[in-house]
């Protein structure tokens, strides 16, 4: 990496990590939302990752880059674990070494178990590209349709959630499909709908192999059947961008199309990936400011949760020591006007004892069912929360992307007892919106004086 974008990703990992630690962190622990962006994570070199179809061309891609022969490469499925590819002096290091390095950032796949770790390799390697990025190297996917719920095919470990960890701390995902699999069916499509979701600012889709085909007729089939299938898995409303490009050294002989363009296209993907480094300044940024906005969700319903439980629970606490003054205050009088015959005042201390002890039981059942009945209205809850925002129209769907991804973790707090959730502070709530709103906004414009120019003088 030249010396000033190596200086300019290190001052904007320090100030996105400062902000971290003096607007969001607290919040975080207290609310024990997890995990936490870690400054190994922050400070790690820009990602690529190569996911696609088996036998698409992404470990040839990668030998090509590279201008080395890292990668084996053969038409049989090949890579079956996750190779990662980094600057260093021809080392090969293992699985288990790689993932309990506190230096590297590898640390959380030890979550997804001894099967993965099992499966992944790291290959140090002395090539100028890999000074200034790092390589992940995926298993193919096995394009069959499969029954909705299974586990597509069982690699020991859970390969979608594997990629999706990759995919968000990556900065360039290629993502390849080749002629014999345009399809998005079975694995491919999981993947597109699951582990790449809101992650399409950084996902480049390739169609490789072009010189596979014979004549146009084939080449415009193929890719209408690609186009088409990622419509279905991608919601939205105009198609991304298709790198449609083939690698050199591999054309076929019965190749009849033009190549010169997809040759252009090839160099395109090459520029992209070379220019990590660059996207990594603003994923850093991204990367704290996508979890400060998550953060913000899974505050405000715990807070709205909490409200509304101990609402309630605050009424009964109230019925029951009414129950009790009312019974001693009874008791009381009858004690004071029939103190000699015992029967009269020890009926009515009974009658308090047990209607007090009753309520209390009461209220210890009414509150599990409450916290039941909370956990199940639970999106009614987040509705509440931000009846104004959803209202309004800013950014709901986003706002509901964002719920949907916190909300498991929200369940399992609320389960873990309703009755003891932290509270949280105005003074807590305006800082982690001052971070979102003005701090990190601030950080990202440092990064790209020109947009903020552009976008003033539009104003004006
Ligand atoms: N014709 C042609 N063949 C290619 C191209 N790219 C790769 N190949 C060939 O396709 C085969 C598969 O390539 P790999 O790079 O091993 O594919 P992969 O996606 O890494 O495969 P898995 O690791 O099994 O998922 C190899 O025989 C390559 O030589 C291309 O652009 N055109
Ligand atoms: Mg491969």
């Known amino acids: ?45 820009p990602l690529v990752l190569v996911i696609g179809n088996h036998s698409s061309g992404k470990s040839s891609f990668i030998n090509q880059i590279l201008g080395l022969d890292v990668q084996r490469t053969s038409l049989a499925p090949m890579d079956d674990g996750f190779t990662i ?21 590898y640390q959380g796949l030890q979550d997804f178990g001894p099967g993965l770790v099992s499966h992944i390799v790291m290959k140090q390697q002395n090539s ?5 990025l790092t390589i992940v190297d995926s298993p193919g996917m096995i394009d069959a349709r499969v029954d909705p719920g299974s586990d597509v095919h069982d690699r020991g470990y859970d390969f979608l959630k594997v990629v999706r960890w990759f995919a968000q701390r990556a ?11 345009p399809g998005t069916t079975g694995e491919t499509l999981k993947i597109l709908k699951e582990a790449l979701q809101d992650l399409d600012h950084k996902l480049e889709l390739i169609m490789n192999k072009v ?27 105009d198609l991304p961008h298709i790198n449609i490009m083939y690698l050199k050294g591999h054309d076929t002989p019965e190749n009849h199309l033009p190549l010169k363009d997809f040759d252009d296209a090839r160099e395109e993907v090459f520029a992209k990936v070379k220019n990590a480094p660059a996207k990594r300044v603003d994923n850093i940024v991204t990367q704290i400011y996508e979890y400060a906005r998550a953060l913000r969700v899974h505050t405000r319903v715990i807070e709205e949760a909490r409200r509304d439980f101990s609402g309630v629970v605050w009424k009964l606490r109230g019925l029951t020591a ?73 950014h709901s ?17 609320l389960e873990s007892g309703a009755g003891s959730l932290p509270k949280l502070k105005a003074k807590e709530l305006s800082q982690l919106d001052h ?6 906004p601030a950080l990202r414009a440092q990064i790209h004086p020109g947009k903020k120019e552009k976008k003033e003088k539009a104003e004006e």
């Open 85 to 105: 590819i980094a600057h260093g002096d021809g080392e090969e290091i293992d699985g288990a070494a790689v993932v309990s390095n506190e230096e590297w950032c």
């Open 211 to 237: 010189d596979r085909f014979s004549n146009h007729r084939d080449f415009a089939r193929c890719y209408g059947a690609l186009c088409w299938n990622l419509a279905r898995a991608i919601p939205r409303l």
């Open 397 to 413: 769907e986003d706002l509901r992307a964002l719920w949907a991804g916190v909300r498991a973790r929200v369940l399992l707090i």
């Open 171 to 181: 900065d360039v995902i290629l993502l390849f499909f080749d002629p014999d699999n």
């Open 1 to 45: 990496m030249n010396l000033n974008a190596s200086s300019q990703l290190k001052e904007t990992a320090n100030k996105a990590h400062d902000i971290y630690e003096s607007h969001i962190k607290a919040v975080a622990k207290k609310f024990k939302f997890s995990p936490e962006p870690s400054r190994a994570e922050i400070n790690q070199s």
């Open 128 to 132: 100028e590209v890999l000074k200034d």
């Open 435 to 440: 971070a979102i709103v003005k701090m990190l």
């Open 322 to 394: 009414s129950i009790f003054l009312l019974g001693s205050s009874v008791t009381s009088v009858v004690y004071s006007t029939t103190e000699d015959t015992p029967a009269g005042w020890a009926s009515a201390l009974v009658m308090t004892v047990v209607l007090t002890g009753l309520s209390f039981f009461g209220l210890d059942v009414f509150s599990k069912r409450y916290q039941a009945d909370l956990l199940e209205r639970l999106n009614a809850v987040f509705e509440k929360a931000f009846h104004q925002e959803l209202t309004l129209g800013h």
